[in-house]
């Protein structure tokens, strides 16, 4: 395994914000972790990477103990942090070399793997520009970049797309997929279409606990039909979760419910309302869908807190 997580917890003051988390990635998988805002992604990120310590737990990246051979475990590691902190009074090459100075790479070797960088990630016509003077998705280049420039097996990868406009959404998509042909990567990101083009297998963190860890494919297939119903006044939930074929019935707004079934229960949800004079503003079928499975994992849990 590249990445072994084991009971991993974190406190700050009074909140859990990591509850014994444990899960694996193995070598040469790309693997989205998913939470939402709050959830743990962040904090997991940087006690794998080194960057804070566990309360408890433990973390073994190629198989070593990021606690007790954190600079090893580094070494084989590249991060692009959230917020990719960059010094935006330096010059792009400049920069890159500066990164591949504190990674040890010799002075012989080192201007052609910044050179290498340069041309991967497409900064060929920025590279003697000012960091501070280019654009959101030139800076997340750059990001990667510097992830890259020790050729590390691992790569951990924090909201790599957040901001970016459509356009620029592309090209990093393009150029993670590139970059990652070789290696293992734990990739973040709140754009679930980015992760369902980029991974094959999800994990999702909520409130600190990790809720589901599986394929794509078999969260999507396993996650059942649901449909959106909305009446023109509050309904029992207890009485919607007796219509056949319901198996779950979340509250989404005052007369808006999201019922999950084991097969299409239209029909039945028509009939439950014309038999209690209740009448229906809107009834629609949810495609199964990372989106659909993201909601259900942290909405159910929402609504029973």
Same mark, same amino acid.
């Not at 590249?78 to 010059?91: I, V």
């Not at 599986?214 to 009446?231: H, I, K, Q, W, Y």
């Not at 509250?251 to 014309?274: G, Q």
């Given at each position: ?113 910044? !050179? ?7 900064? /060929?016509? +920025?590279?003697?520009? #000012?960091?501070?003077? %280019? *654009? ?96 023109? !006044? ?7 979760? /007796?219509? +056949?074929?319901?198996? #779950?019935?979340?509250? %989404? *707004? ?52």
């Amino acid at each position: 395994m590249s990445i072994q997580v084991s009971r991993l917890t974190k406190v700050f003051g009074a909140q859990r914000a990591v509850s014994e988390a444990s899960f694996t990635v193995r070598e040469g998988e790309i693997v989205g972790f998913l939470g939402p805002n709050g959830a743990g992604k962040s904090t997991t990120m940087k006690m794998i990477t080194g960057f804070l310590p566990p309360a408890a737990g433990t973390v073994l990246v190629n198989g070593r103990n990021v606690a007790e051979d954190p600079r090893a475990v580094k070494q084989s590691i590249g991060y692009l942090g959230e917020h990719n902190p960059l010094y935006l009074d330096m010059y792009v090459h400049e920069y890159l070399s500066f990164v591949a100075g504190l990674y040890h790479i010799p002075s012989s070797t080192r201007r052609g793997r910044v !050179s290498d960088m340069i041309s991967l990630c497409g900064l /060929q016509l +920025e590279q003697s520009k #000012k960091i501070g003077s %280019l *654009s959101k998705g030139y800076r997340q280049r750059i990001g990667l970049a510097q992830a890259l420039i020790h050729d590390p097996s691992v790569l951990v990868l924090d909201e790599p797309t957040s901001g970016l406009d459509p356009n620029q959404l592309v090209e990093i998509r393009k150029l993670i997929k590139t970059v990652s042909a070789n290696k293992t990567v734990l990739f973040s990101s709140h754009i679930l279409q980015e992760v369902e083009a980029l991974c094959e297998r999800v994990i999702v963190i909520h409130r600190g606990n990790i809720v589901a860890d599986d394929r794509l494919e078999n969260l999507t297939r396993s996650s059942g039909p649901a449909v959106m119903v909305e009446f023109t !006044s509050s309904v029992d939930e207890n009485l919607l979760g /007796q219509i +056949e074929g319901v198996t #779950k019935v979340i509250l %989404l *707004s005052d007369n808006k419910y999201r019922l999950t079934a084991t097969t299409d229960i239209r029909p039945a949800v028509m009939r439950f309302a014309a038999e209690r004079q209740l009448p229906l503003v809107g009834l629609t079928q949810e495609e199964n869908s990372l989106e659909a499975v993201f909601r259900q994992l942290t909405q159910a849990e929402a609504n029973e807190a």
